[in-house]
């Protein structure tokens, strides 16, 4: 295999996804799928060769093509695992969007049959992607934050409910498995990715259910007007938060938040016992000495170290921020594009595989769960205490 051929499979966030893959040397996208045909015209313009694309409306057909190799599935949640099941069954390899699923039910239906097909099967995640997040995950691996004990995770739009697919407002969608996602998802994987074993958490719709809250998809600042037949269908949380706790004594606190009266946020901090960490901007807190590791690192990523005073002041508080490590998101977007092709071409192993995304949905789901019932669930058992 020269080129992995690809499909790409819904035109909302299969369209980053999509150029990403297709801006790869050795992938070409070759088809395109979606139920609206001028979502599918309009996104194949932008590829390197249109004319060359197929467009599918119906996906058990994009399925059985002999012509494609991979398939990015950018649905709704509810319709990741099932069209997830049929890609596998039929040898393609997978690149889902997050979250995996709408349930751990089905997650865990969608990690056995990915598995036991032998096919790549990996997460999309921006956030886990991103230059800032990847940097500091390199940083906590080289052990500069000692041991990190916990962390605190938040993604907060003050008016951000997506007002174009009902998918999002169902029952399966919502802001947590929506925008919690990425935050829980990131700072679990800079945490050393520890086994969770409970958590407790609270939910709701504030703004959903009256209206409010709404933006459109072509003009994300502007509120936008949501009638009545489409809010009154709202069956999912628009805010949610929770903590978690890990088998190995650490701690997670996240939230997230589609509207509220608050300014937008997305913001991970990290605490260890030899140093601290923000990600955006991606800012070190250390007492000094700094080792040079961290220095060497920073190179790798083009990020250059800017700090208020003396980096070999020793005992006292030093604050260092990451300069060009912020940058636009297609790079995240790439990074997420060329690693599934490595592994696929080169045999390189996933580092954001499906079961990845089986953790962090037994995560959402417990506090959902735990949210719904009032009461700590225990992950590890599944039960309520």
Same mark, same amino acid.
């Given at each position: 295999?020269?080129?992995?051929?690809?499909?790409?499979?819904?035109?909302?966030?299969?369209?980053?996804?999509?150029?990403?893959?297709?801006?790869?040397?050795?992938?070409?996208?070759?088809?395109?799928?979606?139920?609206?045909?001028?979502?599918?015209?309009?996104?194949?313009?932008?590829?390197?060769?249109?004319?060359?694309?197929?467009?599918?409306?119906?996906?058990?057909?994009?399925?059985?093509?002999?012509?494609?190799?991979?398939?990015?599935?950018?649905?709704?949640?509810?319709?990741?695992?099932?069209?997830?099941?049929?890609?596998?069954?039929?040898?393609?390899?997978?690149?889902?969007?997050?979250?995996?699923?709408? @349930?751990?039910?089905?997650?865990?239906?969608?990690?056995?049959?990915?598995?036991?097909?032998?096919?790549?099967?990996?997460?999309?995640?921006?956030?886990?992607?991103?230059? *800032?997040?990847?940097?500091?995950?390199?940083?906590?691996?080289?052990?500069?934050?000692?041991?990190?004990?916990?962390?605190?995770?938040?993604?907060?739009?003050?008016?951000?409910?997506?007002?174009?697919?009902?998918?999002?407002?169902?029952?399966?969608?919502?802001?947590?498995?929506?925008?919690?996602?990425?935050?829980?998802?990131?700072?679990?994987?800079?945490?050393?990715?520890?086994?969770?074993?409970?958590?407790?958490?609270?939910?709701?719709?504030?703004?959903?259910?009256?209206?409010?809250?709404?933006?459109?998809?072509?003009?994300?600042?502007?509120?936008?007007?949501?009638?009545?037949?489409?809010?009154?269908?709202?069956?999912?949380?628009?805010?949610?938060?929770?903590?978690?706790?890990?088998?190995?004594?650490?701690?997670?606190?996240?939230?997230?938040?589609?509207?509220?009266?608050?300014?937008?946020?997305?913001?991970? *901090?990290?605490?260890?016992? *030899?140093?601290?960490?923000?990600?955006?901007?991606?800012?070190?807190?250390?007492?000094?000495?700094?080792?040079?590791?961290?220095?060497?690192?920073?190179?790798?990523?083009?990020?250059?170290?800017?700090?208020?005073?003396?980096?070999?002041?020793?005992?006292?508080?030093?604050?260092?921020?990451?300069?060009?490590?912020?940058?636009?998101?297609?790079?995240?977007?790439?990074?997420?594009?060329?690693?599934?092709?490595?592994?696929?071409?080169?045999?390189?192993?996933?580092?954001?595989?499906?079961?990845?995304?089986?953790?962090?949905?037994?995560?959402?789901?417990?506090?959902?769960?735990?949210?719904?019932?009032?009461?700590?669930?225990?992950?590890? @058992?599944?039960?309520?205490?």
């Amino acid at each position: 295999m020269n080129k992995v051929r690809v499909a790409v499979v819904g035109m909302g966030i299969g369209r980053p996804n999509g150029l990403a893959l297709a801006s790869n040397p050795r992938a070409e996208v070759v088809a395109l799928c979606d139920l609206v045909e001028e979502s599918m015209t309009d996104f194949a313009a932008l590829l390197p060769q249109p004319d060359a694309v197929r467009l599918y409306t119906d996906f058990d057909e994009l399925c059985r093509s002999r012509e494609i190799d991979a398939i990015f599935i950018g649905t709704p949640n509810q319709l990741h695992v099932p069209m997830g099941l049929k890609a596998v069954a039929h040898d393609k390899h997978v690149l889902v969007t997050k979250p995996l699923a709408d @349930s751990v039910e089905a997650a865990e239906r969608m990690v056995e049959a990915a598995e036991a097909a032998g096919v790549v099967n990996m997460m999309s995640l921006s956030t886990r992607f991103s230059a *800032e997040v990847q940097y500091m995950g390199a940083l906590a691996r080289l052990g500069t934050f000692g041991e990190l004990y916990y962390a605190r995770a938040r993604s907060i739009r003050r008016n951000g409910i997506p007002a174009w697919n009902t998918g999002f407002i169902r029952k399966g969608g919502g802001a947590f498995r929506d925008m919690g996602v990425h935050v829980l998802d990131a700072a679990w994987w800079m945490l050393g990715m520890p086994r969770p074993v409970s958590v407790t958490g609270v939910a709701g719709a504030r703004f959903g259910p009256r209206g409010l809250g709404f933006f459109g998809r072509k003009t994300p600042d502007e509120v936008a007007a949501a009638p009545r037949s489409y809010y009154s269908q709202f069956a999912a949380d628009d805010y949610a938060g929770g903590f978690i706790r890990f088998e190995d004594g650490g701690a997670l606190q996240v939230e997230s938040f589609w509207a509220s009266h608050q300014p937008g946020d997305l913001q991970i *901090e990290l605490f260890g016992e *030899e140093a601290g960490a923000q990600v955006r901007p991606p800012t070190l807190y250390t007492n000094g000495p700094v080792p040079t590791a961290v220095f060497e690192t920073a190179k790798r990523f083009d990020a250059k170290p800017v700090a208020g005073r003396s980096l070999k002041d020793e005992g006292r508080p030093l604050d260092i921020t990451f300069d060009g490590l912020t940058k636009e998101r297609s790079k995240a977007w790439n990074a997420i594009a060329d690693h599934f092709i490595d592994c696929i071409l080169d045999g390189v192993p996933c580092e954001a595989p499906l079961r990845h995304g089986l953790t962090a949905q037994k995560m959402m789901e417990g506090l959902l769960m735990s949210a719904e019932t009032g009461r700590e669930l225990r992950l590890d @058992s599944g039960r309520v205490d």
